[in-house]
Nanobody, 125 residues
Framework: QVQLVESGGGLVQAGGSLRLSCVASGRTTFTDYAMGWFRQAPGKEREFVATISRSGLIASYADSVKGRFTISRDNARNTLYLQMNSLKSEDTAVYYC?????????????????WGQGTQVTAAS
């Protein structure tokens, strides 16, 4: 089992940047998991943001963040990142990292088995 803890959220002006981190711990190996970022805005369903393969060589993004957000991982540090640039007010949400034991990468939340507690991101217009 793996425990996930996000950090790096906060309040930023629209157009600004933030970098989220997610540290994995537990009696497990970080490279056993494909990783993903999801977000949930008030009154909305949780939605996919980005995912990355175990090696870090393959990534996929939601169309709404493509070209602005970058997902990466440091397997030596058991850490997942989300670099968010050119933030918009519609990016405001609680951001969650998640770990999946399924083969490949996934864009659906049901494909992920472990979740962090979330970190709030607010982009003020």
């Amino acid at each position: 089992q793996v425990q996930l803890v996000e950090s790096g959220g906060g309040l930023v002006q629209a157009g600004g940047s933030l970098r989220l981190s997610c540290v994995a711990s537990g009696r497990t190996t970080f490279t056993d998991y494909a990783m993903g970022w999801f977000r949930q805005a008030p009154g909305k369903e949780r939605e996919f943001v980005a995912t990355i393969s175990r090696s870090g060589l393959i990534a996929s993004y939601a169309d709404s963040v493509k070209g602005r957000f970058t997902i990466s991982r440091d397997n030596a540090r058991n850490t997942l990142y989300l670099q968010m640039n050119s933030l918009k007010s519609e990016d405001t949400a609680v951001y969650y990292c998640a770990a999946s034991t399924r083969p490949g990468i996934g864009i659906n939340d049901y494909e992920y088995h472990y979740w962090g507690q979330g970190t709030q991101v607010t982009a003020a217009s």
